[in-house]
């Protein structure tokens, strides 16, 4: 077996797959100009480095349970001109998961508050962090369901291991003793320790329609709203903004465009 034949299995053998994929090419292209040893390794890493990032990230992606796949570049914040961009861009920075602090999205439906939510739950698994999203009612019967099952605290330990959680929904159902007592087992546990994300068309001042009552709805506010950035979003839908642009185009192929 050549030496050249070790090393391919070697990186096989360590799985850096992506040095392996491409010595053969690199090889190749250094044999008229050979650069020194430490920048060829340099490269190869860095090209690995790369590939195991990205890996890494997809695995994540999976894990967390996204409705969809969208990043901020896939946003137009010219159609919500309520929206600081700037603001949201810093937000992209992750800081406010090393502050372990939260971000409350506020606004009717359609105008890209989970949008928001799941592109900065991406970018957080670019940087290999762990991501969840779940929508408050699946939260709640998820949270139900472990306490009938007698583990209740399992659970909620599970649910406080993900450096952000996306709770997606707050205010289109309404909440019962119950549910709301667990919901804000929840949040206190995750309180100070790691952040959540929350997307709501409720105004704070109307939580305590949502849970059982305002005095549970104000510790859960209390709890969120400390360590936090609270985006509201004024606008139209993108629904409407989609079948207006789908109308436009109708008219345009039907060359009664105005």
Request: with cysteine.
């Amino acid at each position: 077996m050549s030496n050249y034949t070790k090393l391919l299995k070697n990186l096989e053998d360590l799985k850096l797959d992506k040095m392996r994929s491409m010595l053969p090419e690199y090889l190749e292209n250094i044999k008229k100009n050979p650069p020194h040893i430490i920048d060829c390794l340099l490269k190869l890493t860095e090209e690995e480095i790369k590939h195991q990032t990205v890996r890494a990230s997809e695995t994540l992606i999976r894990a967390a349970a996204f409705p969809f796949k969208k990043t901020l570049e896939d946003f137009d914040f010219d159609f919500q001109p309520s929206i600081n961009k700037d603001e949201i861009y810093d937000l992209a920075t992750l800081r406010f998961v090393e502050d372990k602090s939260n971000i409350l999205f506020v606004g009717n439906s359609g105008v890209g508050k989970t949008h928001l939510a799941v592109a900065l739950g991406i970018k957080a698994t670019e940087h290999r962090y762990s991501v969840y999203f779940i929508t408050c009612h699946a939260l709640i019967m998820k949270l139900n369901k472990a306490q009938k099952e007698n583990r209740l605290d399992k659970m909620l330990r599970h649910m406080c291991q993900y450096r952000i959680l996306i709770i997606d929904e707050i205010g289109y159902l309404p909440v019962d003793k119950e549910g709301s007592n667990l919901f804000f087992q929840l949040i206190n546990i995750r309180y100070g320790n790691k952040s959540t994300i929350i997307t709501t068309n409720m105004p704070f001042s109307k939580w305590s329609d949502v849970f059982y009552d305002a005095t549970l709805a104000n510790a859960v506010l209390d709890r969120l709203l400390h360590y936090s950035s609270v985006i509201r979003i004024t606008g139209n839908s993108y629904r409407i903004k989609d079948k207006v642009e789908e109308q436009d185009t109708k008219k345009k192929i039907g060359g009664n465009y105005v």
